[in-house]
Nanobody, 120 residues
């Protein structure tokens, strides 16, 4: 079994910063791409940023220049540094990882979500 555990959400004023972390643990052989998504109430989950094992990144247009995704392959951990936060960034943020487990089965896993609230 594989688990993703997120941390780092919270309440921040507009213009502030937060750093999210997500650690994958369990019966892992290797972790491929990792990413962050977010979801507002009543809306579909949307992609925020992704990073491959080789550290290639891509971002949603709405966060380019403000958010930075990074990862530590040795720790199977992905980070999202969020700067210049805006009220419209308020959402539940979810971590996603494409994992090869110890049985060499590939599947996607999700974290439990962490709330980010940006006050104006």
């Amino acid at each position: 079994q594989v688990q993703l555990v997120e941390s780092g959400g919270g309440l921040v004023q507009a213009g502030g910063s937060l750093r999210l972390s997500c650690a994958a643990s369990g019966s892992i052989f290797s972790v491929n791409a990792m990413g962050w998504y977010r979801q507002l109430p009543g809306k579909e989950r949307e992609s925020v940023a992704h990073i491959t094992r080789r550290l290639s990144t891509n971002y949603a247009d709405s966060v380019k220049g403000r958010f930075t995704i990074s990862r530590d392959n040795a720790r199977n951990t992905v980070y999202l540094q969020m700067n210049s936060l805006k009220p419209e960034d308020t959402a539940v943020y979810y971590c996603n990882a494409n994992v090869i487990d110890s049985s060499i089965i590939v599947r996607d896993y999700w974290g439990q979500g962490t709330q980010v609230i940006v006050s104006s």
